[in-house]
């Protein structure tokens, strides 16, 4: 067994003992079970293509921890894909999505401690972080109506967008706000799903939660059409555009600087925001590429 496959595979076993654990105590019917296990096989996938893609020949620490919460939210998939047709077990529910809330503050602090950031475990953070979401979505839709699902889906329908339209196909800056809508998103499910606050109140704080995020991703989406041409014409070399090339200094003014022939797709993508080059956009700041 190659070593980028150690990591997701172990994955997948843990995945299978939980599920069994959960069989065991609180009982896990059929739906439980392919639900959990469908999981935990793309998982398994998905992860192991991405690190086979990124180079990465074995999970970093953070990445370690961002896959016990993968983990976690395997066994909320199956509980609420169980709940569908039984009873669901909200006190568990409630603790195994606690936990993995909790744990995504925990993969952060260690990639930035350990010096391990990568795009690949951003990437994966934020895939599980969306994924946990719609789940939860998926459960209380039940009792609070469909149109919750818009806080699940939100994350997907913009992922959609950038296939079809091409101007969406970039990175937008780093926002701390933007990290901030999503954690709330994942708090306000957790209080919807354990029914502490009355339905009304439940109802106002999902509405506020979604509001929340549609400025958030409001502002991406608006900020990915004002650089759209800026941002063609530097990937596709047209003369004319300011750019700056990757250095230091590019990092803190942009500037007018070498040939546009450097700049591809292939040496930008896939680079961390601070690497990217810069470009000047006319009283709008700095873009990147």
């Known amino acids: 067994m190659s070593t980028v496959r150690t990591g997701p595979v172990i994955g997948l076993l843990v995945q299978i003992v939980l599920l069994a654990v959960l069989a065991e105590t609180v009982g896990l019917g059929t739906a439980g079970w392919v639900a959990g296990l469908a999981y935990g096989v793309v998982l398994c996938a998905l992860l192991s293509r991405g690190m086979s893609r990124s180079g990465a020949g074995a999970l970093s620490p ?10 976690l939210v395997g066994g ?17 529910m409630v603790v195994l999505t606690s936990v993995a809330l909790a744990l995504d503050a925990v993969d952060g602090y260690t990639a930035r401690r350990t010096g391990t950031t ?20 998926l459960h209380v839709a039940a009792a609070v109506g469909g149109w919750v699902l818009v806080i699940g889906a939100m994350r997907y329908l913009f992922g959609a967008a950038t296939w079809m339209l091409e101007w969406m196909r970039g990175s937008a800056p780093p926002r701390y706000w933007s990290k901030v ?14 029914d502490v606050l009355p339905a009304p109140l439940t109802t106002v704080v999902l509405v506020v939660s979604v509001a929340l995020l549609v400025e958030s991703f409001g502002r991406d989406v608006a900020w990915l059409w004002t650089t759209r041409r800026l941002r063609h014409a530097v990937i596709h070399g047209a003369p ?3 750019v700056q090339p990757v250095s230091s200094a590019s990092r803190s003014a942009p500037g007018i600087g070498a040939g546009l022939t450097e700049l591809t797709p ?3 993508d896939g680079l961390p925001w601070s690497d990217r080059p810069t470009v000047a956009v006319a009283r709008r700041g700095i873009a990147r590429v």
């Not at 953070?62 to 983990?71: E, K, M, N, Y």
């Not at 909320?76 to 568990?92: E, K, M």
């Not at 795009?119 to 946990?132: C, H, Q, T, V, W």
């Not at 809508?181 to 354990?194: D, E």
């Open 118 to 137: 990568s795009e690949l475990g951003a990437r994966f953070d934020m895939e599980i972080d969306s994924f946990l979401v719609l789940v939860l979505c």
């Open 62 to 71: 953070a990445d370690r921890v961002t896959l016990s919460r993968a983990i």
């Open 76 to 92: 909320v998939t199956a509980l609420a894909a169980d709940s569908f047709g039984r009873s669901a077990p909200i006190t568990l």
């Open 266 to 268: 292939s040496r930008t």
């Open 181 to 194: 809508v999503a954690a709330i998103q994942g708090v306000v499910l957790t209080v919807a799903m354990a």
């Open 240 to 242: 004319g555009a300011m």
